[in-house]
Nanobody
Framework: QVQVVESGGDLVQSGGSLRLSCAAS????????MGWYRQAPGEQRELVAT???????NYADSVKGRFSISRDNTRDTVSLQMNNLKAEDTAVYYC??????????WGQGTQVTVSS
């Protein structure tokens, strides 16, 4: 059984920082891309950042220069350092794991709330 578990969501003031973490465990073979998505109330889920197994990163324009994604391939973990947070970053953040096959897994989500 595969588990993807996020942690680190919290309430923070505008301009503050948070670090989200995600760990994947279970029968996952050949993880290729790990990433973060977010969904605000009434909005569609959107990409925040991804990182491939070789370290290539991709960021949404709205978070470039403020967020940084990193991963530990030996532990199947991915982190998202979020700086200079804004009210519009408020959302449920989901960890996503893609293999080099058809498998894709999601975490249960962690709430990030930024007060202005």
């Amino acid at each position: 059984q595969v588990q993807v578990v996020e942690s680190g969501g919290d309430l923070v003031q505008s301009g503050g920082s948070l670090r989200l973490s995600c760990a994947a465990s279970g029968s996952i073979f050949s993880i290729y891309v790990m990433g973060w998505y977010r969904q605000a109330p009434g909005e569609q889920r959107e990409l925040v950042a991804t990182i491939s197994i070789d370290g290539r990163t991709n960021y949404a324009d709205s978070v470039k220069g403020r967020f940084s994604i990193s991963r530990d391939n030996t532990r199947d973990t991915v982190s998202l350092q979020m700086n200079n947070l804004k009210a519009e970053d408020t959302a449920v953040y989901y960890c996503n794991v893609k293999t080099d096959g058809p498998e894709e897994y999601w975490g249960q989500g962690t709430q990030v709330t930024v007060s202005s």
